[in-house]
């Protein structure tokens, strides 16, 4: 096995309604996280109220362990790790797209985070429909199974 050190830069954290790992859902809702970026960073969400979603990229930190093969709960098949959104990867790195509702200075208010409190924010980028949009992705063994949250 190949390793490597690899630093991340924690930019800020999330301040979540969900205080615990069994709280949080399977996918984001509608309920209000704020994102606080830290101040040294926060020249950095200049032009971001332009922007209606937001991929943000966050650690896992609560996280213990990973598997490769796992289940999920839309069917009863284990998958390889890499082929889920699992949060048992190797790296417990997580990301999503997020709504977001308003930026006041350094804390951006959003929807759609299913990240717990305290969870340390890695990366935002800008949800951009002309590159991010692939209507010809085929999505592996997701695409025979619904999905109920």
């Not at 984001?28 to 040294?40: A, L, M, Q, R």
């Not at 699992?86 to 959003?110: C, F, G, K, M």
């Not at 409190?117 to 085929?138: F, H, M, R």
Request: without cysteine; neutral net charge; hydrophobic residues 35%.
């Amino acid at each position: 096995m190949k390793t490597i050190q690899v630093k991340l830069i924690v930019i800020g954290v999330i301040h979540s309604p969900y205080k615990r790992v069994e709280e949080a859902p399977r996918q984001g809702t509608g309920d209000i996280s704020e994102i606080e970026i830290f101040k040294e960073y926060e020249r950095g969400l200049t032009d971001i109220s332009d922007f209606t979603h937001l991929h943000v990229f966050y650690w896992l930190h609560k996280s213990k362990g990973y598997k490769l093969m796992v289940n999920t709960p839309w069917d009863y098949r284990p998958h390889g790790v890499f082929t889920t959104r699992s949060p048992h990867h190797p790296n417990p790195l997580a990301y999503t797209v997020v709504t977001l509702l308003e930026r006041n200075e350094n804390i951006l208010r959003v929807t759609g985070l299913e990240a717990i409190e305290g969870t340390p924010v890695i990366d935002i980028k800008p949800y951009i429909k002309k590159l991010d949009l692939k209507n010809d992705a085929i999505s592996g063994w997701s695409e025979n199974v619904e999905f109920k949250f």
